[in-house]
């Protein structure tokens, strides 16, 4: 079946460490994004990918940083600069032009910093 | 500033009654909107898509939503409640031509036996 795998379900991360987390997509979806859960807050873009090899900047991308070698993969890496990660995070992606279409979500990754 | 607004944190209806979730949009023309649901420690699921034409829009589960330019506004429905219903609820719109989705900050539905 077509979707979006994220990995892991969870995450345990001591203060200081970098984590990665996976987005795998089998949509063949140009564009791939990443967005922040917290309690009562919504969700909050932290980057885009329209194409392979090209990403943006969202709303909260300090502390993140990902990749876009791939275009069924887009991994996320949470660096011991993100001051706040413990959160749900969520890989979601999409097709067609700029602003139409329906974004198709993975399950999600709940980080956990100890 | 183009923004989607949930005014309800919270809502809390008995199984069996009508459900309606308020959404209103902050943008000068008209947005494509739509509406996920999200089951606790899950992904989003889209429930339903507005773009154009009639403004009364079906989705699935038995939800509804209807656009309303005058109020800027697209609350969901649904006639009768479930007990599997309960989860939280998002607003959603594409604004201008960028690739960024706005996202309302949810409503939490609970529902009585």
């Known amino acids: 079946d077509g979707g979006i795998t994220q990995s892991p379900k969870y995450l345990f991360r001591k203060e200081g460490q970098n984590v990665t987390l996976s987005c795998e997509q089998n949509?063949?979806?140009?564009?791939m994004y990443w967005y922040r859960q917290d309690p009562g807050q919504g969700l909050r873009l932290i980057y885009y990918?329209?194409?392979?090899?090209?990403?943006q900047k969202g709303d909260i991308a300090e502390g993140y940083s990902v990749s876009r070698e791939k275009k069924e993969s887009f991994p996320l890496t949470v660096t011991s600069a993100q001051k706040n990660p413990t959160a749900f995070y969520l890989c979601?992606?999409?097709?067609?032009?700029?602003?139409?279409?329906?974004?198709?979500f993975g399950e999600g990754s709940r980080l956990t910093v100890l | 500033a183009q923004s989607v607004t949930q005014p309800d944190i919270h809502i809390t209806v008995s199984e069996g009654a009508s459900l309606e979730l308020r959404c209103n949009y902050s943008y000068g023309a008209t947005p494509y909107l739509f509406w996920y649901v999200q089951s606790p420690g899950q992904g989003l699921q889209l429930l339903l898509k507005y773009f154009s034409g009639d403004t009364l829009v079906q989705g699935i589960k038995g939800f509804e939503a209807e656009f309303k330019r005058s109020q800027s506004s697209f609350n969901l429905r649904k006639p009768s409640v479930h007990w599997s219903d309960a989860a939280e609820y998002f607003c959603?719109?594409?604004?201008?031509?960028?690739?960024?989705?706005?996202f309302g900050s949810g409503t939490r539905l609970l529902v009585r036996p």
């Open positions: 979601a992606s999409k097709t067609g032009t700029a602003n139409t279409g329906e974004l198709f």
């Open positions: 949509l063949n979806h140009d564009a």
């Open positions: 990918s329209q194409i392979v090899n090209d990403f």
């Open positions: 959603a719109a594409w604004m201008d031509s960028s690739y960024k989705l706005i």
